[in-house]
């Protein structure tokens, strides 16, 4: 579950028009691989591309724990990435798993969230380089409130007052 996060050379642009000015090019992200899992009778949990997660708390071992994500619940203090990709998982009437996909998270570095122009207080624009936090809205970014929240990612994108949701471009920041 361990990638590589030496920098060997950041690109400006991409000077030999090979794609090396990317955001996957020398480490600009982490990527982890992790597993959705829905717990619970009859259960699903679905998550898309974009949407921030936390682990899965409810699994049944400590090694599945660290190994599995759920959509982040609204206000959550327990965010460690964002969905590269979407997965479905589900449960049957028995609480066994019968789908359970591999999706990748970015647990640091750039990634396109999904944000809305809000925070704690209402609706507030946000600025690029201004500090996101968990929204009220399960699996969303919004502007971080000092005293209120906790900072998980920096906006690198203007989202208006008010916004709905909306995919931006964000830099999510190491949780452990």
């Not at 936390?54 to 724990?65: H, P």
């Given at each position: 579950m361990a990638t590589n996060r030496l920098i060997q050379k950041l690109f400006r642009f991409d000077e030999s028009s090979v794609g090396e000015d990317s955001v996957t090019a020398s480490d600009r992200r982490q990527v982890e691989r992790f597993r959705v899992l829905a717990t619970g009778a009859a259960a699903t949990e679905t998550i898309v591309a974009g949407?921030?997660?936390?682990?899965?708390?409810?699994?049944?071992?400590?090694?599945?724990?660290?190994?599995?994500?759920?959509?982040?619940?609204?206000?959550?203090?327990?965010?460690?990435?964002?969905?590269?990709?979407?997965?479905?998982?589900?449960?049957?009437?028995?609480?066994?798993?019968?789908?359970?996909?591999?999706?990748?998270?970015?647990?640091?570095?750039?990634?396109?969230?999904?944000?809305?122009?809000?925070?704690?207080?209402?609706?507030?624009?946000?600025?690029?380089?201004e500090y996101l936090a968990a929204s009220g809205n399960v699996g969303e970014f919004y502007k971080h409130t000092p005293g209120t929240d906790h900072p998980v990612a920096i906006c690198c994108e203007t989202v208006l007052n008010a916004a709905a949701v909306a995919d931006v471009t964000v830099i999510m920041l190491s949780q452990f």
């Open positions: 949407n921030t997660v936390e682990f899965q708390y409810a699994a049944a071992s400590n090694g599945e724990i660290a190994s599995s994500v759920k959509l982040s619940v609204a206000d959550s203090e327990g965010i460690i990435g964002v969905a590269l990709e979407g997965g479905v998982s589900t449960t049957d009437a028995g609480s066994n798993v019968t789908d359970a996909p591999y999706i990748d998270v970015v647990i640091s570095g750039i990634v396109e969230a999904k944000v809305t122009g809000t925070n704690a207080g209402g609706n507030t624009a946000i600025a690029a380089g």
